[in-house]
């Protein structure tokens, strides 16, 4: 029988009520490498990792069986060109299986949830944290299939939202509450399940928050017309994202540059574009800035994907947030086209 390694977080917590799911959890740090953690109907059990395949205890429902791989946490280029088909979708929130059944519908996965979209090019805009009860599974997916995807010739490029900020510098008010189990049973707080220290937290900080392919840049909420008075490149704003993502909210605003970054402004919060606060002029400005012709925002929710200054800026958080249907972007040799939740592809 294992030995369970000492939780080194925390306060001694009682078994929650209910009976939940939840993991895997993989920590890194030199005592409890080798091990995963499992919530099997609200109770704590753990795993050896054996050649890197993780294999969840009898009787604890679908969790992921993930296989970790070397190289995880590697930063990926953040420009791309010549790519032939691109699909993106944003804030997903935890809503796995309306993710799921959106990417079957349009063959960017098969029935057994395996990358079909060949050398094409998948971006999520963010927010995958909070709100919704599969965040987990949501990530373990895409660890995966960002793998798959490489391997096919094509690539996952999952972008940093505000709400993985959030999370991953303590800010829980949007945590779902069977998280709040697992925290209890695990004896650590909900952030510290994605500290540096493990591998989805790892995988994470590796991430960009902007990424160019084509004439197309995606971020999760938008550039504002301040970006190009800091005169910024999409780089530079990667590593300062990288590299301060642990920072307490006091010590970004305190900064004048993070503060901007982080907040308000910031191309994981602005909202400009959905309250007639530019005028097409200076939406204008931006696109040459960033020498491309489309920009591709989730955080502000719509019923459907949209285009707005026509089509110069396209909003892709469909709402899937709410657990019950979404959109994603589809674009096929330059053409824009809503992927509807039935599997149904209308021109942009």
């Known amino acids: 029988m294992l030995a369970l390694p000492l939780i080194a977080h925390g306060a001694d917590a009682p078994a929650p009520q209910g009976s939940i799911h939840d993991g895997p959890y993989v920590?890194?740090?030199k005592q409890e490498q080798g091990f995963a953690y499992w919530i099997c109907h609200s109770a704590l059990k753990l795993t050896a990792i054996?050649?890197?395949?993780?294999?969840?205890?009898?009787?604890?429902?679908?969790?992921?069986?993930?296989?970790?791989y070397q190289g995880a946490a590697n930063v990926a280029a953040d420009t791309f060109t010549k790519v032939s088909k691109i699909v993106a979708l944003s804030d997903v929130h935890g809503q796995f299986d309306v993710m799921i059944s959106l990417l079957k519908a349009h063959h960017i996965i098969d029935d057994q949830h395996h990358w079909s979209f060949g050398d094409g090019?998948?971006?999520?805009?963010?927010?995958?944290?909070?709100?919704?009860?599969?965040?987990?599974?949501?990530?373990?997916?895409?660890y995966r299939l960002e793998k798959e995807a490489q391997a096919a010739g094509g690539r996952l490029h999952?972008?940093?939202?505000?709400?993985?900020?959030m999370v991953l510098r303590g800010d829980l008010r949007y945590v779902n509450e069977r998280y709040q189990v697992s925290a209890q049973l695990l004896q650590r707080r909900y952030d510290a399940l994605y500290h540096h220290e493990t591998e989805i937290g790892q995988w994470l900080r590796s991430k960009h928050t902007l990424v160019k392919i084509n004439n197309l840049l995606f971020m999760h909420a938008g550039i504002?017309?301040?970006?190009?008075?800091?005169?910024?490149?999409?780089?530079?704003?990667?590593?300062?994202?990288?590299?301060?993502?642990?920072?307490?909210?006091t010590e970004l605003k305190q900064d004048?540059?993070?503060?901007?970054?982080?907040?308000?402004?910031?191309?994981?919060?602005?909202?400009?574009?959905?309250?007639?606060a530019l005028t097409e002029e200076?939406?204008?400005?931006?696109?040459?800035?960033?020498?491309?012709?489309?920009?591709?925002?989730?955080?502000?929710?719509?019923?459907?994907?949209?285009?707005?200054?026509?089509?110069?800026?396209?909003?892709?958080?469909?709402s899937i947030k709410k657990g019950k249907t979404g959109e994603l972007l589809l674009i096929d040799n330059h053409k824009l086209k809503r992927g509807l939740f039935n599997g149904e592809q209308i021109a942009l």
Not at 54 to 63: A, H
Not at 121 to 142: A, P, S, Y
Not at 224 to 249: C, G, M, Y
């Open 27 to 29: 920590f890194l740090n």
């Open 50 to 68: 054996n050649h890197a395949q993780l294999v969840r205890p009898t009787d604890c429902g679908s969790l992921p069986e993930p296989k970790l």
């Open 121 to 142: 090019h998948m971006v999520i805009n963010g927010d995958m944290f909070d709100r919704g009860h599969q965040v987990n599974e949501v990530l373990w997916f895409l």
């Open 158 to 165: 999952l972008l940093m939202g505000n709400h993985e900020q």
């Open 224 to 249: 504002s017309p301040e970006w190009l008075t800091r005169k910024l490149t999409i780089s530079q704003a990667n590593q300062l994202f990288r590299d301060h993502v642990d920072a307490t909210k």
């Open 256 to 276: 004048d540059l993070l503060n901007f970054l982080f907040f308000a402004n910031g191309p994981t919060w602005y909202r400009g574009y959905f309250k007639d």
């Open 282 to 318: 200076q939406v204008d400005d931006i696109l040459r800035y960033f020498k491309v012709e489309h920009l591709v925002v989730g955080h502000t929710s719509q019923e459907q994907v949209l285009g707005l200054y026509h089509n110069k800026i396209i909003a892709i958080d469909s």
